[in-house]
Structure formats: C-alpha cells, structure tokens
Nanobody, 118 residues
Framework: QVQLVESGGGLVQPGGSLRLSCAAS????????MKWYRQAPGQEREFVAA?????????TYADSVKGRFTISRDNAKNTVYLQMNSLKPEDTAVYYC??????????WGQGTQVTVSS
C-alpha cells in the first residue's frame, strides 16, 4: 500500500522547536523528491521545504521558514524530516508530506497539526 504517514506535530510555545517525521511505504522512496507543505485555517496550502531524490543533496525553502527550518531524509528508514526551530504563531498549520517522482506521480500524507501558542 502506497502511503505517507506524518507524525511529530503538537502544541509548542513561541520560540520552541518540533521535529516532524514522514514515513513512506509502498514505493521506492529514494527515487522520490520529498516536500513539506502547510495549510493554515482559511488559507491555501503553501510550500514549506523540499529535498531532492536519492542523496537529497539539494534543498529549497520558503522565504518564511528559511534559516529556521531544516529538511532532511534518511533513505534507509524511508523517512523525511522537518526540523522546525524558533517557531512563531504564524507557523500554526496542518503540515503535509508529499512525494513526487520524475513522472509527476504524487503521494500525499494525511497531515499533522502544529500549533504555536503561549
């Protein structure tokens, strides 16, 4: 079964940190570029970060998270991570994991809630 399962979300105070995980199964993980998106209430889903397939040597970030978030992947564990530091209330959203191959075949996870509040 092809699926992505996110975990690691929760409630954190401003300035705090969280690490999201996205476990993949049912497909050849290292052949897929991986991305994180987020969607806040009443807003459209937006890009957060991306990492290239295979070695993951290339990463890109939205300007809003650059310098605070880090995306990484462990192909041995079929998992992609999003380390989030210096969290702000405006980072509050449901975070989604996405996998996409060179043929534009995509897989989406179900999302994990991140709430930044004091």
């Amino acid at each position: 079964q092809v699926q992505l399962v996110e975990s690691g979300g929760g409630l954190v105070q401003p300035g705090g940190s969280l690490r999201l995980s996205c476990a993949a199964s049912g497909f050849t993980f290292n052949m897929y570029a991986m991305k994180w998106y987020r969607q806040a209430p009443g807003q459209e889903r937006e890009f957060v970060a991306a990492i290239s397939s295979d070695s993951g040597s290339a990463t890109t970030y939205a300007d809003s998270v650059k310098g605070r978030f880090t995306i990484s992947r462990d192909n041995a564990k079929n998992t992609v991570y999003l380390q989030m530091n210096s969290l702000k209330p405006e980072d509050t959203a449901v975070y989604y994991c996405n996998a996409r191959n060179v043929r534009s075949y995509e897989v989406w996870g179900q999302g994990t809630q991140v709430t930044v509040s004091s």
